[in-house]
DNA sequence: CTATATCGGTACCAATCAGTACATATATAG
DNA sequence: CTATATATGTACTGATTGGTACCGATATAG
Protein backbone atom coordinates (compact mmCIF):
# COMPACT_ATOMS: atom_id res chain seq x y z
CA UNK A 1 0.00 0.00 0.00
CA UNK A 2 0.42 3.43 -0.66
CA UNK A 3 2.17 6.04 1.77
CA UNK A 4 -0.02 8.65 2.93
CA UNK A 5 -3.50 9.87 4.10
CA UNK A 6 -5.81 7.52 1.43
CA UNK A 7 -8.42 9.23 -0.25
CA UNK A 8 -11.94 9.47 1.39
CA UNK A 9 -13.92 8.78 -2.28
CA UNK A 10 -14.17 6.43 -5.24
CA UNK A 11 -12.53 8.27 -8.02
CA UNK A 12 -14.52 6.31 -11.20
CA UNK A 13 -17.79 6.28 -8.39
CA UNK A 14 -17.04 10.47 -8.26
CA UNK A 15 -16.05 10.52 -11.98
CA UNK A 16 -19.25 9.12 -13.15
CA UNK A 17 -21.42 11.65 -11.32
CA UNK A 18 -19.16 14.34 -13.29
CA UNK A 19 -20.01 12.74 -16.46
CA UNK A 20 -23.38 13.01 -15.47
CA UNK A 21 -23.13 16.71 -14.68
CA UNK A 22 -21.19 17.44 -17.73
CA UNK A 23 -23.65 15.35 -19.66
CA UNK A 24 -26.63 17.36 -18.60
CA UNK A 25 -25.02 20.83 -18.87
CA UNK A 26 -22.30 20.78 -21.06
CA UNK A 27 -18.74 21.78 -20.88
CA UNK A 28 -19.51 25.65 -20.43
CA UNK A 29 -22.57 25.39 -18.58
CA UNK A 30 -20.98 23.21 -16.06
CA UNK A 31 -19.00 25.33 -12.92
CA UNK A 32 -16.75 23.41 -10.86
CA UNK A 33 -19.26 24.24 -7.94
CA UNK A 34 -21.80 22.39 -9.76
CA UNK A 35 -19.16 19.99 -10.08
CA UNK A 36 -18.09 19.66 -6.14
CA UNK A 37 -21.51 19.40 -5.09
CA UNK A 38 -22.37 16.64 -7.71
CA UNK A 39 -19.09 14.68 -6.87
CA UNK A 40 -19.75 15.43 -2.75
CA UNK A 41 -16.04 16.44 -2.86
CA UNK A 42 -14.30 19.44 -1.81
CA UNK A 43 -12.52 22.03 -4.65
CA UNK A 44 -9.17 21.17 -3.90
CA UNK A 45 -9.64 16.97 -4.11
CA UNK A 46 -10.86 17.38 -7.26
CA UNK A 47 -8.16 19.03 -8.67
CA UNK A 48 -5.86 16.84 -6.86
CA UNK A 49 -7.54 13.86 -8.11
CA UNK A 50 -8.16 15.02 -11.57
CA UNK A 51 -6.04 18.17 -12.40
CA UNK A 52 -8.57 20.41 -13.75
CA UNK A 53 -11.76 21.00 -14.88
CA UNK A 54 -10.52 20.48 -18.82
CA UNK A 55 -8.53 17.56 -17.98
CA UNK A 56 -11.92 16.13 -15.74
CA UNK A 57 -14.26 16.96 -18.50
CA UNK A 58 -11.67 15.03 -20.50
CA UNK A 59 -11.58 11.81 -18.29
CA UNK A 60 -15.29 11.86 -17.89
CA UNK A 61 -15.39 11.67 -21.42
CA UNK A 62 -13.28 8.75 -21.79
CA UNK A 63 -15.04 7.02 -19.62
CA UNK A 64 -18.31 7.93 -21.48
CA UNK A 65 -16.42 6.30 -24.67
CA UNK A 66 -15.41 3.04 -22.41
CA UNK A 67 -18.03 2.39 -20.09
CA UNK A 68 -21.20 4.14 -21.81
CA UNK A 69 -22.87 4.48 -24.81
CA UNK A 70 -19.50 4.28 -26.74
CA UNK A 71 -19.44 0.46 -25.76
CA UNK A 72 -22.65 -0.05 -27.80
CA UNK A 73 -21.33 1.51 -30.67
CA UNK A 74 -18.72 -0.95 -30.72
CA UNK A 75 -21.13 -3.42 -30.18
CA UNK A 76 -22.69 -2.34 -33.39
CA UNK A 77 -19.73 -2.43 -35.03
CA UNK A 78 -19.64 -6.16 -34.45
CA UNK A 79 -22.56 -7.27 -35.71
CA UNK A 80 -21.47 -9.54 -39.28
CA UNK A 81 -23.37 -7.57 -41.86
CA UNK A 82 -23.76 -3.80 -42.33
CA UNK A 83 -27.49 -3.83 -42.48
CA UNK A 84 -27.30 -5.63 -39.03
CA UNK A 85 -24.42 -2.57 -38.10
CA UNK A 86 -26.84 -0.04 -39.12
CA UNK A 87 -30.25 -1.39 -37.44
CA UNK A 88 -28.41 -2.21 -34.13
CA UNK A 89 -26.80 1.61 -34.79
CA UNK A 90 -29.47 3.05 -34.97
CA UNK A 91 -31.64 1.03 -32.39
CA UNK A 92 -29.59 1.09 -29.63
CA UNK A 93 -29.00 5.11 -30.19
CA UNK A 94 -32.53 5.70 -29.91
CA UNK A 95 -32.86 3.68 -26.29
CA UNK A 96 -29.43 5.01 -25.36
CA UNK A 97 -30.52 8.82 -26.37
CA UNK A 98 -33.31 8.20 -24.29
CA UNK A 99 -32.39 6.50 -21.54
CA UNK A 100 -34.39 8.00 -18.51
CA UNK A 101 -30.78 6.85 -16.14
CA UNK A 102 -28.88 9.30 -18.32
CA UNK A 103 -29.68 13.03 -19.73
CA UNK A 104 -31.03 13.02 -23.29
CA UNK A 105 -28.70 12.80 -26.16
CA UNK A 106 -25.13 12.64 -26.45
CA UNK A 107 -22.55 13.79 -24.77
CA UNK A 108 -19.89 13.58 -27.98
CA UNK A 109 -22.82 16.32 -29.73
CA UNK A 110 -23.90 18.31 -26.85
CA UNK A 111 -20.72 18.61 -24.60
CA UNK A 112 -19.64 22.00 -26.81
CA UNK A 113 -21.05 22.42 -29.99
CA UNK A 114 -20.57 25.98 -29.99
CA UNK A 115 -18.72 27.70 -27.43
CA UNK A 116 -16.49 30.91 -26.39
CA UNK A 117 -12.68 30.49 -26.29
CA UNK A 118 -12.12 29.16 -23.47
CA UNK A 119 -13.71 25.97 -24.83
CA UNK A 120 -12.34 25.57 -27.77
CA UNK A 121 -10.02 22.60 -27.35
CA UNK A 122 -12.80 21.02 -26.12
CA UNK A 123 -15.67 21.69 -29.04
CA UNK A 124 -12.75 20.49 -31.39
CA UNK A 125 -11.74 17.19 -29.29
CA UNK A 126 -15.44 16.12 -29.55
CA UNK A 127 -15.25 17.15 -33.44
CA UNK A 128 -12.03 14.53 -33.62
CA UNK A 129 -14.06 11.80 -31.60
CA UNK A 130 -17.30 12.47 -33.86
CA UNK A 131 -15.20 12.04 -36.46
CA UNK A 132 -13.22 8.56 -35.45
CA UNK A 133 -16.57 7.28 -34.95
CA UNK A 134 -17.61 8.10 -38.60
CA UNK A 135 -14.45 6.67 -40.12
CA UNK A 136 -14.56 3.36 -37.61
CA UNK A 137 -17.77 2.99 -39.34
CA UNK A 138 -16.81 3.74 -42.99
CA UNK A 139 -13.79 1.89 -42.30
CA UNK A 140 -16.85 -1.07 -41.26
CA UNK A 141 -18.81 -0.69 -44.28
CA UNK A 142 -15.60 -0.31 -46.82
CA UNK A 143 -14.95 -3.77 -45.15
CA UNK A 144 -18.84 -5.01 -45.88
CA UNK A 145 -18.35 -3.95 -49.40
CA UNK A 146 -14.52 -5.93 -49.70
CA UNK A 147 -17.06 -9.06 -48.29
CA UNK A 148 -19.44 -8.58 -51.16
CA UNK A 149 -22.03 -7.61 -47.88
CA UNK A 150 -22.32 -4.25 -49.74
CA UNK A 151 -22.74 -3.69 -53.40
CA UNK A 152 -20.08 -2.12 -55.85
CA UNK A 153 -22.00 0.55 -56.60
CA UNK A 154 -22.16 1.62 -52.43
CA UNK A 155 -20.37 4.34 -50.97
CA UNK A 156 -18.91 3.40 -47.39
CA UNK A 157 -18.34 7.12 -46.89
CA UNK A 158 -21.59 8.93 -47.88
CA UNK A 159 -23.22 5.41 -46.41
CA UNK A 160 -21.10 6.50 -43.00
CA UNK A 161 -21.62 9.68 -42.88
CA UNK A 162 -25.56 9.16 -43.70
CA UNK A 163 -25.64 7.06 -40.60
CA UNK A 164 -23.67 9.46 -38.39
CA UNK A 165 -26.31 12.35 -39.47
CA UNK A 166 -28.87 10.64 -38.51
CA UNK A 167 -27.39 9.52 -35.13
CA UNK A 168 -26.54 13.28 -34.40
CA UNK A 169 -29.60 14.25 -35.32
CA UNK A 170 -31.41 11.74 -32.82
CA UNK A 171 -29.44 13.14 -30.67
CA UNK A 172 -30.76 17.12 -31.01
CA UNK A 173 -33.67 15.43 -31.01
CA UNK A 174 -33.69 13.68 -27.72
CA UNK A 175 -32.37 17.03 -26.25
CA UNK A 176 -35.97 18.29 -27.06
CA UNK A 177 -38.00 16.09 -25.86
CA UNK A 178 -38.41 13.39 -28.00
CA UNK A 179 -39.37 9.73 -26.66
CA UNK A 180 -37.39 6.21 -27.21
CA UNK A 181 -40.71 5.66 -29.23
CA UNK A 182 -40.07 8.95 -31.65
CA UNK A 183 -36.25 8.36 -32.23
CA UNK A 184 -37.26 4.66 -32.65
CA UNK A 185 -39.96 5.82 -35.56
CA UNK A 186 -36.80 7.54 -37.34
CA UNK A 187 -34.99 4.73 -36.86
CA UNK A 188 -36.67 2.68 -39.06
CA UNK A 189 -37.41 4.82 -41.68
CA UNK A 190 -33.94 5.31 -42.02
CA UNK A 191 -33.33 1.86 -42.13
CA UNK A 192 -36.36 1.77 -45.14
CA UNK A 193 -34.61 4.11 -46.53
CA UNK A 194 -31.14 2.69 -46.54
CA UNK A 195 -32.80 -1.13 -47.67
CA UNK A 196 -34.33 0.58 -50.66
CA UNK A 197 -31.24 2.52 -51.78
CA UNK A 198 -29.57 -0.63 -51.70
CA UNK A 199 -31.71 -2.53 -53.90
CA UNK B 1 -39.06 62.94 -35.52
CA UNK B 2 -38.67 62.09 -32.12
CA UNK B 3 -36.95 64.22 -28.44
CA UNK B 4 -33.47 63.61 -27.67
CA UNK B 5 -30.25 62.48 -29.43
CA UNK B 6 -30.62 60.58 -31.91
CA UNK B 7 -29.19 56.61 -31.76
CA UNK B 8 -25.61 56.50 -33.17
CA UNK B 9 -25.97 53.25 -35.10
CA UNK B 10 -28.33 51.46 -37.16
CA UNK B 11 -30.06 49.10 -34.56
CA UNK B 12 -30.38 45.88 -37.19
CA UNK B 13 -27.01 46.47 -38.67
CA UNK B 14 -25.54 45.76 -34.98
CA UNK B 15 -28.18 43.11 -34.12
CA UNK B 16 -26.98 41.53 -37.21
CA UNK B 17 -23.24 41.41 -35.88
CA UNK B 18 -24.81 40.22 -32.90
CA UNK B 19 -26.71 37.30 -34.01
CA UNK B 20 -23.60 36.65 -35.61
CA UNK B 21 -21.57 35.78 -32.60
CA UNK B 22 -24.41 34.06 -31.13
CA UNK B 23 -24.30 31.59 -34.18
CA UNK B 24 -20.62 31.27 -34.01
CA UNK B 25 -20.39 30.83 -30.08
CA UNK B 26 -24.14 29.60 -28.54
CA UNK B 27 -25.58 31.77 -25.56
CA UNK B 28 -23.21 30.80 -22.93
CA UNK B 29 -19.99 31.13 -24.78
CA UNK B 30 -20.88 34.48 -25.72
CA UNK B 31 -20.00 37.20 -23.61
CA UNK B 32 -21.51 40.91 -23.42
CA UNK B 33 -17.87 42.06 -23.80
CA UNK B 34 -17.49 39.74 -27.30
CA UNK B 35 -20.73 41.83 -27.93
CA UNK B 36 -20.05 44.77 -27.34
CA UNK B 37 -16.90 44.57 -29.57
CA UNK B 38 -18.38 43.07 -32.44
CA UNK B 39 -21.34 45.31 -32.76
CA UNK B 40 -19.15 48.32 -32.06
CA UNK B 41 -21.41 50.36 -29.36
CA UNK B 42 -20.20 50.53 -25.50
CA UNK B 43 -22.00 48.44 -22.83
CA UNK B 44 -25.02 50.88 -21.54
CA UNK B 45 -26.02 51.69 -25.06
CA UNK B 46 -26.41 47.80 -25.64
CA UNK B 47 -28.92 47.45 -22.15
CA UNK B 48 -30.65 50.82 -23.85
CA UNK B 49 -31.28 49.24 -26.99
CA UNK B 50 -31.98 45.64 -26.43
CA UNK B 51 -32.66 44.93 -22.78
CA UNK B 52 -30.34 42.62 -21.60
CA UNK B 53 -28.32 39.79 -23.14
CA UNK B 54 -31.23 37.29 -23.21
CA UNK B 55 -33.54 39.67 -24.82
CA UNK B 56 -30.75 40.41 -27.33
CA UNK B 57 -30.74 36.86 -28.29
CA UNK B 58 -34.29 36.96 -28.68
CA UNK B 59 -34.11 39.73 -31.10
CA UNK B 60 -31.24 38.05 -33.27
CA UNK B 61 -32.96 34.67 -32.80
CA UNK B 62 -36.45 36.40 -34.71
CA UNK B 63 -34.17 38.29 -37.06
CA UNK B 64 -32.70 34.81 -37.70
CA UNK B 65 -36.20 33.06 -38.46
CA UNK B 66 -36.94 36.26 -40.61
CA UNK B 67 -34.15 37.33 -42.74
CA UNK B 68 -31.84 34.43 -42.29
CA UNK B 69 -31.98 30.52 -42.68
CA UNK B 70 -35.21 31.02 -41.70
CA UNK B 71 -37.07 32.23 -44.65
CA UNK B 72 -35.31 29.78 -46.39
CA UNK B 73 -37.43 27.19 -44.73
CA UNK B 74 -40.52 29.24 -45.51
CA UNK B 75 -39.91 29.45 -49.01
CA UNK B 76 -39.24 25.26 -48.79
CA UNK B 77 -42.46 24.59 -47.74
CA UNK B 78 -44.88 26.73 -50.39
CA UNK B 79 -42.92 24.07 -52.57
CA UNK B 80 -45.72 22.36 -54.32
CA UNK B 81 -45.09 18.93 -53.77
CA UNK B 82 -43.97 17.25 -51.01
CA UNK B 83 -41.48 15.55 -52.31
CA UNK B 84 -40.34 18.95 -54.14
CA UNK B 85 -40.47 20.57 -50.31
CA UNK B 86 -37.89 17.76 -48.86
CA UNK B 87 -35.72 18.10 -51.62
CA UNK B 88 -35.48 21.55 -51.61
CA UNK B 89 -35.25 21.32 -47.25
CA UNK B 90 -32.68 19.69 -47.28
CA UNK B 91 -30.44 20.66 -50.37
CA UNK B 92 -30.94 24.68 -49.04
CA UNK B 93 -30.12 23.25 -45.55
CA UNK B 94 -26.90 21.83 -46.98
CA UNK B 95 -26.15 25.35 -48.13
CA UNK B 96 -27.40 27.14 -45.78
CA UNK B 97 -25.60 25.38 -43.12
CA UNK B 98 -22.54 25.48 -44.75
CA UNK B 99 -22.45 28.72 -46.49
CA UNK B 100 -19.06 30.64 -45.69
CA UNK B 101 -20.19 33.92 -45.21
CA UNK B 102 -22.22 32.45 -41.80
CA UNK B 103 -20.82 30.10 -39.10
CA UNK B 104 -21.68 26.83 -39.92
CA UNK B 105 -24.55 25.24 -38.56
CA UNK B 106 -27.85 26.05 -37.03
CA UNK B 107 -28.77 28.44 -34.38
CA UNK B 108 -31.79 26.95 -33.30
CA UNK B 109 -29.43 23.70 -32.64
CA UNK B 110 -26.22 25.25 -31.52
CA UNK B 111 -27.41 28.20 -29.42
CA UNK B 112 -28.40 26.16 -26.71
CA UNK B 113 -28.21 22.35 -26.56
CA UNK B 114 -27.19 22.01 -22.96
CA UNK B 115 -26.22 24.56 -20.70
CA UNK B 116 -26.08 26.19 -17.00
CA UNK B 117 -29.48 27.05 -14.92
CA UNK B 118 -28.77 30.80 -16.30
CA UNK B 119 -29.63 29.91 -19.89
CA UNK B 120 -32.40 27.41 -19.35
CA UNK B 121 -35.06 29.32 -20.75
CA UNK B 122 -33.08 29.91 -23.61
CA UNK B 123 -32.67 26.49 -24.18
CA UNK B 124 -36.58 26.11 -24.00
CA UNK B 125 -37.17 28.85 -26.44
CA UNK B 126 -34.76 27.05 -28.58
CA UNK B 127 -36.20 23.76 -28.56
CA UNK B 128 -39.68 25.37 -28.42
CA UNK B 129 -38.84 26.98 -32.18
CA UNK B 130 -37.29 23.89 -33.49
CA UNK B 131 -40.71 21.89 -32.60
CA UNK B 132 -42.28 24.76 -34.21
CA UNK B 133 -40.72 24.01 -37.45
CA UNK B 134 -41.25 20.40 -37.14
CA UNK B 135 -44.76 20.87 -36.67
CA UNK B 136 -45.18 23.14 -39.58
CA UNK B 137 -43.12 20.40 -41.49
CA UNK B 138 -46.13 18.38 -40.13
CA UNK B 139 -48.92 20.00 -41.42
CA UNK B 140 -47.39 20.48 -44.77
CA UNK B 141 -47.28 16.52 -44.95
CA UNK B 142 -50.70 16.73 -43.91
CA UNK B 143 -51.96 18.62 -46.32
CA UNK B 144 -50.04 16.84 -48.86
CA UNK B 145 -51.73 13.32 -47.62
CA UNK B 146 -54.91 15.46 -47.72
CA UNK B 147 -54.30 16.14 -51.61
CA UNK B 148 -53.15 12.76 -52.87
CA UNK B 149 -49.98 13.82 -52.98
CA UNK B 150 -48.66 11.64 -50.31
CA UNK B 151 -49.82 8.17 -50.20
CA UNK B 152 -52.66 6.92 -47.85
CA UNK B 153 -50.51 4.80 -45.45
CA UNK B 154 -47.70 7.35 -45.24
CA UNK B 155 -47.40 9.04 -41.81
CA UNK B 156 -46.89 13.04 -41.93
CA UNK B 157 -45.69 13.14 -38.50
CA UNK B 158 -42.96 10.39 -38.37
CA UNK B 159 -41.77 12.02 -42.14
CA UNK B 160 -41.42 15.45 -40.50
CA UNK B 161 -39.77 14.00 -37.58
CA UNK B 162 -37.39 11.89 -39.98
CA UNK B 163 -36.49 15.20 -41.81
CA UNK B 164 -36.00 17.64 -38.97
CA UNK B 165 -33.57 14.43 -37.32
CA UNK B 166 -31.94 14.55 -40.44
CA UNK B 167 -31.60 18.36 -40.94
CA UNK B 168 -30.46 18.81 -37.34
CA UNK B 169 -27.85 16.21 -37.63
CA UNK B 170 -26.96 17.84 -41.08
CA UNK B 171 -26.26 21.09 -38.41
CA UNK B 172 -24.18 18.79 -36.19
CA UNK B 173 -22.24 17.69 -39.33
CA UNK B 174 -21.59 21.34 -40.25
CA UNK B 175 -20.10 22.27 -36.88
CA UNK B 176 -17.76 19.20 -37.43
CA UNK B 177 -16.68 20.98 -41.02
CA UNK B 178 -18.42 19.07 -43.24
CA UNK B 179 -18.47 20.43 -46.25
CA UNK B 180 -21.08 21.79 -49.02
CA UNK B 181 -20.67 18.37 -51.03
CA UNK B 182 -20.49 16.14 -48.04
CA UNK B 183 -23.95 17.59 -46.72
CA UNK B 184 -25.56 17.23 -50.55
CA UNK B 185 -24.72 13.91 -50.04
CA UNK B 186 -26.32 13.26 -46.99
CA UNK B 187 -29.60 14.72 -48.41
CA UNK B 188 -29.38 13.09 -51.32
CA UNK B 189 -28.94 9.81 -49.43
CA UNK B 190 -32.21 10.87 -47.33
CA UNK B 191 -34.01 11.82 -50.36
CA UNK B 192 -33.23 8.20 -52.30
CA UNK B 193 -34.65 6.51 -48.92
CA UNK B 194 -37.75 8.61 -48.86
CA UNK B 195 -38.00 8.23 -52.52
CA UNK B 196 -38.07 4.33 -51.92
CA UNK B 197 -40.11 4.32 -48.50
CA UNK B 198 -43.12 6.06 -50.67
CA UNK B 199 -43.66 3.47 -53.36
C1' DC C 1 -32.85 81.30 -26.57
C1' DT C 2 -34.32 77.55 -22.61
C1' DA C 3 -36.26 73.20 -21.26
C1' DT C 4 -36.44 68.42 -22.01
C1' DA C 5 -35.34 63.89 -23.48
C1' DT C 6 -32.37 60.54 -25.09
C1' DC C 7 -27.59 58.82 -26.22
C1' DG C 8 -22.68 57.72 -25.37
C1' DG C 9 -18.62 56.84 -22.34
C1' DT C 10 -16.30 56.12 -17.99
C1' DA C 11 -16.11 53.84 -14.14
C1' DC C 12 -18.18 51.23 -11.22
C1' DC C 13 -21.20 47.11 -8.75
C1' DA C 14 -21.93 42.43 -6.51
C1' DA C 15 -21.65 37.74 -7.92
C1' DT C 16 -19.40 34.12 -9.88
C1' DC C 17 -15.70 32.04 -12.39
C1' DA C 18 -11.54 28.64 -12.26
C1' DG C 19 -7.85 27.74 -9.44
C1' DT C 20 -4.81 27.58 -4.95
C1' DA C 21 -2.21 28.48 -0.18
C1' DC C 22 -2.13 26.65 3.94
C1' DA C 23 -3.10 24.34 8.06
C1' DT C 24 -4.91 20.03 9.84
C1' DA C 25 -5.94 15.14 9.64
C1' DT C 26 -4.62 10.38 8.68
C1' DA C 27 -2.32 6.91 6.65
C1' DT C 28 2.42 4.06 5.92
C1' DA C 29 7.70 3.37 6.47
C1' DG C 30 11.28 2.78 9.37
C1' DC D 1 7.74 6.05 18.79
C1' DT D 2 9.24 9.64 14.63
C1' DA D 3 9.41 10.97 9.88
C1' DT D 4 7.13 11.26 5.67
C1' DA D 5 3.57 11.51 2.34
C1' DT D 6 -0.93 12.22 0.87
C1' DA D 7 -5.90 13.87 1.67
C1' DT D 8 -9.23 17.15 3.46
C1' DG D 9 -11.46 21.64 4.58
C1' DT D 10 -11.37 26.59 5.05
C1' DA D 11 -10.65 30.53 3.13
C1' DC D 12 -8.68 32.88 -0.10
C1' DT D 13 -6.88 34.83 -5.06
C1' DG D 14 -7.31 37.71 -9.43
C1' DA D 15 -10.09 37.70 -13.47
C1' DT D 16 -14.40 37.86 -15.57
C1' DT D 17 -19.36 37.63 -15.48
C1' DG D 18 -23.90 40.34 -16.41
C1' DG D 19 -25.66 44.70 -15.23
C1' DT D 20 -25.79 50.12 -13.80
C1' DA D 21 -25.10 54.99 -11.82
C1' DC D 22 -23.80 58.95 -13.39
C1' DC D 23 -22.41 62.72 -16.21
C1' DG D 24 -21.49 65.28 -20.36
C1' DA D 25 -23.02 65.51 -25.25
C1' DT D 26 -26.52 66.25 -28.65
C1' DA D 27 -30.76 66.31 -30.53
C1' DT D 28 -35.91 68.31 -30.68
C1' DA D 29 -39.97 71.19 -28.65
C1' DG D 30 -41.55 75.40 -27.39
Not at 136 to 155: I, N, P, Q, T, V
Not at 170 to 197: F, K
Request: aromatic share 6%; proline share 4%; net charge negative.
Amino acid sequence: MQKGRPREFDKEQVLDKALHVFWERGYEGTSLSDLTEAMGINRPSLYAAFGNKEELFRQALDRYAEKGPGAVYREALAEPTAKAVVERLLKSSADCLTDPANPPGCLAVQGALSCGDAAESIKQELCQRRARVEQELRLRFERAKAEGDLGRESDPESLARYVMTVMQGMSVQAAGGASRADLHAVADMALRGLAAAES
